[in-house]
């Protein structure tokens, strides 16, 4: 009877080969190879975030550069916008603590803010 064989692939690299059936079934069962150690189990449960700040903008007018509202709250800007006349007279600014500087917001988050304004014929309830 002939004997069978079979490709062998654990060789490292492309170097497979034939080999008796008999040899591959001799031999001992191979564990894996643990490459890392499973990360040990914290004790501390993590800190709650700590509550974000009020929001403060300053409004600069373009054309004067002068400041209309500095340091103000969401409803202050608000009511500070309800006087200018156009969404492009205007620059307004958000404080960023973590960066400790004033952010010039993008001219969509200008528009939300524009679209929120209070104005005389729409003064809040």
């Known amino acids: 009877m002939g004997r069978v064989w079979v ?3 654990e060789t490292k690299g492309t170097g ?4 008796p059936l008999d040899q591959v079934q001799q031999k001992p069962a191979r564990r894996p190879e643990r490459f890392l ?3 040990k189990p914290k004790d501390e449960a993590p800190k709650p975030p700590e ?5 403060r903008f300053r409004v600069v007018d373009v054309a004067t550069r002068e400041v209309l509202a500095d340091g103000t709250g969401a409803r202050e800007t608000l009511g500070v916008l309800g006087g200018v006349r ?3 007279d205007f620059h307004v600014s ?4 973590e960066d400790e500087r004033w952010r010039l917001l ?5 528009r939300l803010l524009w679209e929120r304004r209070t104005t005389p014929d ?3 309830a």
Do not use: F, G, K
């Open 37 to 39: 150690d499973p990360p």
């Open 122 to 124: 729409r003064a809040p």
């Open 94 to 97: 958000v404080w960023e603590p």
């Open 16 to 19: 497979a080969h034939m080999v």
């Open 86 to 88: 156009s969404i492009v």
């Open 51 to 55: 509550p974000r700040a009020p929001r």
């Open 106 to 110: 993008t001219l969509a988050e200008q």
């Open 7 to 9: 490709l062998d692939t």
